[in-house]
């Protein structure tokens, strides 16, 4: 069956320029997340969406980040004005959001963003 | 602050079991564990969880200490495709809904 997709693959942007990055998540999955993973190192939580509200932003690192989630489906990461650190592969998961402990997170493949 | 502790990197020979060992001894009533691993470029995937008792799949099982201060997972048979990061992540709680990642394992598999 059809697992949680990203888009881009790959994204080479200018420092300063804002970027994209698209998650579809398994059809029925209430829950989705992101993450982020620097290179050579673990992930890093950024945001959660429980339908398409964000109860947990506690991981978003600057207010150049942004979320949203639509129609309890696609989501979309925006960094605006990037900058070299933000050079990461941008990971998205999403579970059927059952509030509990014992629920599963499916990965994407992940976009890697480079930011010259 | 994932709260667990991992040994950095274990080797293993192919088709031999392995015992990934893994310390959270602040764990509380309601934690789950978790083991996820991520292949080489890949996203990380689900392994096994569990609360209490130990528990069986078709990846692996899952063997919880008595006091919950620490599990094992156990690949029974060990192949190249497990060569990977394995991320020991405790759930619930004061974590809520994510998943906070550690350094995790690197196994490294010898054929």
């Known amino acids: 069956g059809a697992g949680v997709s990203q888009s881009p693959s790959n994204k080479v942007t200018e420092k300063g320029k804002d970027v994209e990055l698209r998650c579809d998540p398994i059809?029925?999955?209430?829950?989705l997340y992101w993450y982020r993973q620097r290179l050579g190192q673990g992930l890093e939580f950024l945001i959660y969406?429980?339908?398409?509200?964000?109860?947990?932003k506690s991981g978003l690192p600057s207010d150049r980040f942004s979320a949203e989630r639509t129609g309890e489906s696609v989501s979309t990461l925006t960094i605006q004005r990037t900058q070299q650190e933000d050079s990461a592969v941008y990971l998205c998961?999403?579970?059927?959001?059952?509030?509990?402990?014992?629920?599963?997170?499916?990965f994407g493949p992940g976009t890697r963003l480079t930011v010259l | 602050d994932a709260k667990t502790t991992q040994p950095n990197s274990m080797e293993s020979n192919e088709e031999e079991p392995v015992h990934l060992p893994c310390n959270h001894s602040?764990?509380?009533?309601?934690?789950?564990i978790h083991w996820y691993r991520q292949l080489p470029s890949q996203g990380p995937e689900y392994v096994i969880h569990?609360?209490?008792s130990n528990v069986n799949n078709r990846m692996a099982s899952l063997a919880i200490a008595e006091d919950r201060k620490s599990s094992t997972l156990i690949l029974h048979r060990a192949t190249l495709r497990d060569a990977a990061v394995y991320y020991c992540?405790?759930?619930?709680?004061?974590?809520?809904?994510?998943?906070?990642f550690g350094a995790g394992t690197i196994l490294r598999v010898k054929s």
């Open positions: 998961a999403s579970s059927f959001g059952a509030r509990s402990s014992a629920d599963t997170q499916y």
């Open positions: 059809s029925g999955h209430t829950a």
């Open positions: 969406f429980q339908g398409n509200s964000a109860p947990d």
């Open positions: 602040t764990i509380s009533g309601t934690d789950y």
């Open positions: 569990g609360l209490t």
């Open positions: 992540i405790l759930r619930g709680g004061e974590y809520g809904n994510k998943l906070v």
